[in-house]
Structure formats: structure tokens, C-alpha cells
């Protein structure tokens, strides 16, 4: 059985719109897929500083990477699927996300610098991330920083494909957001049945 890795970053739980679509997307991913749900809100996700950082650094400097500490970093590096759910804050995504990002990226288990160059060692094939904006924004809109960042995720882990469907002008009156989110849940849906 495969493995799907849910990163839930829908920090206004029952309230989000982003998790409408990542709903929809689950709805209709094949059941091959065995789904383990991270709920970001209940990681206790860290900023990596002071003795936590010495620490890891060090544990990574001497090959300690079976350490408990880097449970989230082999589980991630370890899945099939990797789906990411997280609203449009502050030109990208809640912070909680990128404390995620630094916790995992540890060299030796998600990724790796060799003589050649970078290599990305996540198993992955597709990354997908799923979110819900306040505001419209055309693609390559200098003010969305989210999606470039996780695309350039996708190729510093090593997952072959990027996939972003994104409900936009959620909050913008007199624009029909209703209509968006419908039409991101569908592109969700459908996406899933491709995986
Ligand atoms: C803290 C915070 C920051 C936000 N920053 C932006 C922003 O920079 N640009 C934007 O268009 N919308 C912004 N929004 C609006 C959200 O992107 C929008 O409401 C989104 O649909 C929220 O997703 P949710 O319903 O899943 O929580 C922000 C909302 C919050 C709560």
C-alpha cells in the first residue's frame, strides 16, 4: 500500500475554506493510498535555535539520524504522496508550515549536497498543495510568494511533480468566491483521481 503524507495547516479548522478543498481531494484519492493526517496545530513545532539547535547539529554532524528527533523528517522523506493544505497568509503561508519545513529538512534524510551538486531524497513522486486566498492573483504575481517556495520545495526534496490548485478572492466583495472554492474542490477532486 501506498503512502499519503496529509500536512494540514488549516489553522481555522471547521471554519477553513482550504480544508473544503483538501476535503474533496480526499473524498476521491484512490483507496491504495493509506492516509496519515498531520495536524500542524498539534506538532508543537519548534523555531529551531538555541540548545534544540546545537543539538540537532550536532546529532547531524556525527550521522545521528536515527534520533527521535527526526521522526517527521523519515516519515516525510518516507511517503508515496506528500499533500499540503494551508491558507494564503502574509503574501504565502502560516508560519507553522515553514517550522514544518525547518524541522524536516535535515541533510542526509530529505535531501543531500554530494560532489555533484543537490540531491533530493524524498520518494515522493507528486507534491500537491492546496490553498484558499483572501485576494486574486494572476500566476507569477510577485505578491504570492507561496506557491514559488513550494515549488522550489518540490525539486530541493526531490519529488518529481508540483501540483497547486488555488480558490482565489475568497474575501474580495462582490467577487464570487463561492463559485471559486466550488470550482478549486472540483480541480481538487479531480486531481486525485490522476494519482
Ligand atoms: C493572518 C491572515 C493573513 C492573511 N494574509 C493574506 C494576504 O496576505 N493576502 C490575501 O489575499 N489574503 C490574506 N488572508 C486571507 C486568507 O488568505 C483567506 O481568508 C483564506 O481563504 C483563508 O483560508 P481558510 O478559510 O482556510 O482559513 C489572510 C488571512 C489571515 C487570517
Partial sequence: MKTALYLDCCIRARQSRTREVSDAFFSALSGEYHVIRLDLTRENLQPLMGKRFEQRESLIKNGNLSDSCFA??????????????????????????????????????????????????????????????????????????GTPYLAALQKFYGFDSFSCIAADGLDVQGYDGTGALHRACAQAAELAKTL
Fill in 72 to 145: 517527521r523528517a523519515h516519515q516525510f522523506a518516507g511517503a508515496d504522496l506528500v499533500i499540503i493544505a494551508a491558507p494564503f497568509w502574509d503574501l504565502s503561508f502560516p508560519a507553522l508550515l515553514k517550522l514544518y519545513f525547518e524541522d524536516i529538512s535535515v541533510e542526509g534524510i530529505t535531501f543531500r549536497e554530494t560532489a555533484t551538486g543537490h540531491q533530493g531524497l524524498c520518494r515522493g513522486t507528486h507534491l500537491v498543495f492546496l490553498t484558499t486566498r483572501g485576494g486574486l492573483y494572476a500566476p507569477g504575481d510577485p505578491m504570492e510568494q
